[in-house]
């Protein structure tokens, strides 16, 4: 069964760090892009961040400089590393998988900034 | 401010075709592909439409998208109770070098 499970989420203050993990099975991990999308509660989705399948990465103005994603294709994995976290990046972070398009998704795993 | 916009609602009966609008740029949707997302509540969003018009396997003729200059559709005929839910329309920008999501239609099958 192709799958992505999502985990490492939970409640982190202001200013702090978190660091997302993402399982993937059921499909040849290392030849697909892989990407991060988020969504606030109740509000639309927001791409997050991408690195294709020669590890290059791409990130959108809001997180650049403070969010770094990277891949173990040994392991299967995906992370996503969350630094000076703030309220505006509480969400639902989801990990999804595919070249044209988010083809494949996870069930998300929830972040919360707050103190 | 999302930078593809989409109607913040739209609905239909059982069996009635409805249409929801992606408007765009010529950085994204003049350039670049469009991808339609569908998300059922309490779920995760799924693929419904990728390559403008292509459907994954799985997803049902009803669904069809289609492009125009700056401007992509997502028609859903024979609309159907669990079709109510969230739908996105995305695209790469070459401006922003980076994915962008629609605001997002919520469908209400009345």
């Not at chain 1, 892989?34 to 959108?60: C, F, K, N």
């Not at chain 2, 994204?28 to 292509?54: E, H, M, R």
């Amino acid at each position: 069964e192709v799958q992505l499970v999502e985990s490492g989420g939970g409640l982190v203050q202001p200013g702090g760090s978190l660091r997302l993990s993402c399982a993937a099975s059921g499909f040849s991990f290392s030849h697909y892009d892989m990407h991060w999308v988020r969504q606030p509660t109740g509000r639309g989705l927001e791409w997050v961040s991408t690195i294709d399948t020669a590890g290059d990465t791409y990130y959108p103005g809001s997180v650049k400089g403070r969010f770094t994603i990277s891949r173990e294709n040994a392991k299967n994995s995906l992370y996503l590393q969350m630094n000076s976290l703030g309220a505006g990046d509480t969400a639902v972070y989801y990990c999804a998988a595919g070249a044209d398009a988010f083809h494949i998704w996870g069930q998300g795993t929830m972040v919360t900034v707050s103190s | 401010q999302s930078v593809l916009t989409q109607p913040p609602s739209a609905s239909g009966t059982p069996g009635q075709r409805v249409t929801i609008s992606c408007s765009g740029s010529s950085s994204n949707i003049g350039s670049n592909t469009v991808n339609w997302y569908q998300q059922l509540p309490g779920t995760a969003p799924k693929l419904l439409i990728y390559s403008d018009n292509q459907r994954p396997s799985g997803v049902p003729d009803r669904f069809s998208g289609s492009k125009s200059g700056t401007s992509a559709s997502l028609a859903i005929s024979g609309l159907q109770s669990e079709d109510e839910g969230d739908y996105y329309c995305a695209a790469w920008d070459d401006s922003l070098n980076g994915v962008v999501f629609g605001g997002g239609t919520k469908l209400t099958v009345l």
